[in-house]
């Protein structure tokens, strides 16, 4: 009897066949994984208390379906059955006996293609009609294509030959689209061809066709990995997944769609959200906003929990069906690096590496958790173990870059960084990195030209959208930072870093309304920046002659020093692996504990100054103490001082 098990290795099984036989070799071995961490001795798929799980699915398998069909016509035409059969049927039978009589042409054509001769195998499938071969010598043109586009018209580049290359390229581009239509409007594509369409249509630029496209292709068949992460890239960042959720297929595989989706969503609960799966066990709640920002973020948590909510609950589904996947738990570990919780993340990836030591995947991201955190020497050795092997991998590349970064050898990890881009022209990581290098190394110009570069690749990366917002920033041109900044927001609307920059940049405009409301947007979102984001409302309010509530922020702020200690008001900015120098705010910030210091004191004599104006001496003579009571261990300003004495002087003497 075929339980639930056995129709997910029947389907995990065909997958490695059919994807593999087409070249897809990533969304093969992606198949092959999820077979390999299947349980052995399982034989029914585990129920999950509240999640829809599709059933087993009852339908022939693509290789029946396709393959024998052949045998069920033969059968029929022996039995002379007058029974007419649906126009699906027959179109089944006839892809059924093309490839059948193309076998041996397919055969040698995926050799070709293995080794990487594109052209051949284009020429030799060229009077081909059947969906295999179809599939194989349009996906062989347009790999092909790519290549000379890679080699000879890299990306940015203004010369002459790159534009023709270019030119000839998109034609080309266009010609296999056009091929492909036709057969689709015709009936006469499968789901792969569908795929390859679909994945043509994004290449020109037409996301919202390619985004339909790969639905259509994951509902004719969805055990083809690379179509789902295409349809990734297709959709919009403002769109809310659960509006997509509704178009997808309904089997297992959404599951692992969606937990991939939900990677980049920035929520102020994600944290505990994201560690409720068993593989990463951790919990730990971000600190809260205050002030005007908490009326909005009870509303705005019940959205939050339900996206971090969701990406648990899918995470589980994959835990119950393949608990020893790698991929599974390389979602948890790239979850807690978006969520900033490094340490959980680095405990995840070292555990990947003891179960294939020989992984490079998202060894790029691992060493951005070891650069944020500044550890040397773990990261040296990722770099040398990366290195040993292959050192020709972009992921590779990509690590050794980040380590020379963190040496401050810039001009090295520039070097590294081409040489990611030299073996892949869309690696999206070296591009934002490099940028962050420029920045480093002051050259503006060259950081805008690489950030523009990794959102031509991916629009939704906020840090390249941030780069650029930090760069403009730098050159004191605020309107454009202000533009790129609220770009970077609106992808990480939770991220008190990005509102905290796009107020600075308001505050720098002379725009203190738009100002207050940034930052007032960003005690909504995450505690990190949450001391910045209180001591600038103060200072605004201050400055505006709103003392209520300018004394509100101070006394938020008093509190939150002396909860976590004066040094948290200015926490450590992020590394250039995360967002480029500085990291948490534009040109805001510092990080040094005198500035934490001297931000408390000037705090407490404002404090002090509107309490007396209340009549309330003794609640400032306290506050008044605590500055000068600072002095001996150093932390503020000696004018700060001067100050606080002056104004204990004109206290006492008003007493007596």
């Not at 003891?354 to 050795?381: C, F, Q, T, W």
């Not at 041109?477 to 992808?491: E, F, K, Q, T, V």
């Not at 725009?511 to 979102?525: K, M, N």
């Amino acid at each position: 009897m075929d339980t639930g098990y056995d129709s997910l290795r029947s389907h995990l099984r065909e997958s490695v066949e059919e994807c593999s036989g087409r070249g897809l070799v990533y969304a093969a071995k992606w198949a092959a994984e999820q077979l390999c961490s299947l349980t052995a001795e399982s034989s029914a798929i585990p129920k999950i208390t509240g999640v829809p799980l599709a059933k087993p699915a009852t339908t022939p398998t693509l290789k029946h379906r396709l393959r024998g069909a052949s045998r069920q016509l033969a059968l029929a035409t022996e039995a002379e059955d007058d029974r007419p059969r649906d126009a699906e049927q027959e179109r089944r039978d006839r892809w059924s006996r093309l490839d059948s009589s193309e076998r041996d042409k397919v055969a040698l054509a995926k050799c070709l293609f293995d080794m990487r001769e594109f052209d051949r195998v284009r020429h030799l499938l060229e009077e081909c009609q059947g969906p295999r071969a179809v599939f194989l010598g349009l996906y062989a043109r347009y790999l092909s294509r790519e290549r000379r586009v890679s080699e000879n018209g890299s990306r940015g580049s203004e010369s002459i030959e790159g534009r023709q290359v270019a030119g000839e390229s998109d034609s080309e581009l266009v010609a296999i689209r056009d091929e492909l239509e036709a057969r689709d409007s015709d009936g006469d594509l499968d789901a792969f061809g569908v795929y390859l369409l679909a994945m043509v249509q994004s290449s020109l630029g037409q996301r919202q066709l390619a985004r339909k496209a790969c639905i259509r292709s994951l509902s004719m068949y969805e055990y083809n990995w690379s179509a789902w992460q295409l349809l990734e890239t297709c959709v919009d960042p403002r769109e809310p997944l659960d509006k997509l959720s509704g178009e997808l297929p309904g089997g297992w595989m959404r599951h692992a769609f969606l937990a991939h989706a939900l990677l980049e969503v920035f929520t102020p609960s994600s944290s505990s959200g994201s560690g409720s799966v068993s593989v990463s066990n951790t919990g730990g709640s971000s600190g809260s906003g205050s002030g005007n920002g908490s009326s909005n973020k009870s509303s705005s948590n019940s959205s939050s929990s339900s996206s971090s909510g969701d990406f648990a609950v899918h995470c589980q589904v994959l835990e119950q069906l393949f608990p020893q996947s790698q991929f599974v738990i390389g979602l948890c570990a790239v979850r807690h690096y978006n969520m900033r919780e490094f340490e959980e993340a680095r405990r995840l990836f070292g555990l990947l590496q003891k179960i294939d030591p020989y992984r490079l995947e998202l060894a790029d991201i691992h060493s951005n958790i070891l650069y944020v955190m500044e550890d040397r020497a773990r990261l040296g050795e990722l770099a040398h173990r990366c290195a040993e092997l292959d050192r020709f991998r972009p992921e590779t590349c990509c690590v050794i870059g980040n380590y020379y970064s963190l040496r401050r050898e810039h001009e090295k990890a520039v070097s590294y960084f081409q040489k990611a881009l030299q073996l892949d022209r869309n690696y999206l990581a070296a591009w934002t990195l490099m940028g962050h290098e420029f920045i480093e190394m002051k050259n503006t110009a060259a950081a805008i030209d690489a950030y523009r570069n990794a959102v031509d690749v991916d629009e939704k990366d906020y840090r390249a959208w941030y780069g650029l917002g930090q760069t403009y920033e730098m050159l004191n041109m605020s309107h454009y930072a202000i533009n790129y900044y609220a770009r970077a927001a609106s992808l990480r609307p939770y991220d008190s870093r990005m509102w905290c920059a796009l107020g600075n940049c308001y505050e720098q405009s002379k725009e203190p309304g738009q100002a207050i409301d940034c930052y007032r947007r960003a005690l909504v979102g995450s505690s990190e920046s949450e001391s910045l984001a209180i001591s600038r409302l103060a200072r605004l309010y201050e400055s505006t002659g709103n003392r209520e509530r300018a004394a509100y922020y101070y006394q938020l702020l008093y509190e939150h020093a002396l909860k976590n200690g004066a040094h948290a008001l200015y926490p450590a900015g992020g590394a250039v692996g995360e967002l480029g120098s500085g990291g948490g705010g534009g040109n805001v910030g510092g990080g040094a504990v005198h500035g934490g210091q001297d931000e408390l004191a000037a705090a407490c004599l404002f404090l002090a100054a509107f309490e007396h104006e209340r009549g309330r001496k003794q609640v400032a003579q306290r506050y008044l103490t605590q500055v000068i009571d600072g002095a001996s261990s150093g932390g503020a300003s000696q004018q700060r001082v001067e100050e606080a004495k002056a104004m204990m002087r004109a206290l006492s003497s008003q007493s007596s």
